[in-house]
T-cell receptor, first 110, second 113 residues
Framework: DAKTTQPPSMDCAEGRAANLPCNHSTISGNEYVYWYRQIHSQGPQYIIHGLKNNETNEMASLIITEDRKSSTLILPHATLRDTAVYYCIVRLQGAQKLVFGQGTRLTINP | DSGVTQTPKHLITATGQRVTLRCSPRSGDLSVYWYQQSLDQGLQFLIQYYNGEERAKGNILERFSAQQFPDLHSELNLSSLELGDSALYFC????????????FGPGTRLTVT
């Protein structure tokens, strides 16, 4: 699985959009980008995933650059409950496991 | 609530002992995954079962074993416990396997004293 690089921590004001970057410069054509988050010590929670195109669901949007070497997770209107560690994971198509890095600790401030 | 249940929530035991962690997947999910989260190693994949059969193996110690039963629940057995086995153990489930989203349970916190 390709390695990912994320900033260790970020802050965002409540109500603003939180933009979390992820670099995956060695990603290959059949690898997907997944985002999970972990609130405190709870089980990780699936957010969104994509291959090439931008994706949006009720939780977030995922923007993948045209060369696929980086992506951004966007939480459009961050709330205090979005404070968590966010993991960007590159997963080979057909791979069973998720390989977690260190993630980004996002703190939403009132 | 992900629909995945894990018992017990907390477990405190002594070195050298053996424990069993239990996981019930979401209704309809055939795959079960086990992950370990410790302070120094982060979240690490241990093992996956699909419909009762082992499908993938990660950094699982020989002292650890798992199985998935016909009703699809899974158990992770940890034996000859060491202080370093203290960690959060998460179970996740998915419909089938590859590419499917994994839904995680609340975890079991194991403390070895």
């Amino acid at each position: 699985d390709a390695k990912t690089t994320q900033p260790p921590s970020m802050d965002c004001a409540e109500g603003r959009a939180a933009n979390l970057p992820c670099n995956h410069s060695t990603i290959s054509g059949n690898e997907y980008v997944y985002w999970y988050r972990q609130i405190h010590s709870q089980g990780p929670q699936y957010i969104i995933h994509g291959l090439k195109n931008n994706e949006t669901n009720e939780m977030a949007s995922l923007i993948i650059t045209e060369d696929r070497k980086s992506s951004t997770l966007i939480l459009p209107h961050a709330t205090l409950r979005d404070t968590a560690v966010y993991y960007c994971i590159v997963r080979l198509q057909g791979a069973q496991k998720l390989v977690f890095g260190q993630g980004t600790r996002l703190t939403i401030n009132p | 609530d992900s629909g995945v249940t894990q018992t017990p929530k907390h477990l405190i035991t002594a070195t050298g002992q053996r424990v069993t962690l239990r996981c019930s997947p979401r209704s309809g999910d055939l795959s079960v995954y086990w992950y370990q989260q410790s302070l120094d190693q982060g979240l690490q994949f241990l093992i996956q079962y699909y419909n009762g059969e082992e499908r993938a193996k990660g950094n699982i110690l020989e002292r650890f074993s798992a199985q998935q039963f016909p009703d699809l629940h899974s158990e992770l057995n940890l034996s000859s416990l060491e202080l370093g086995d203290s960690a959060l153990y998460f179970c996740a489930s998915s419909v089938a396997g590859a590419k499917d989203e994994q839904y995680f349970g609340p975890g079991t916190r194991l403390t070895v004293t």
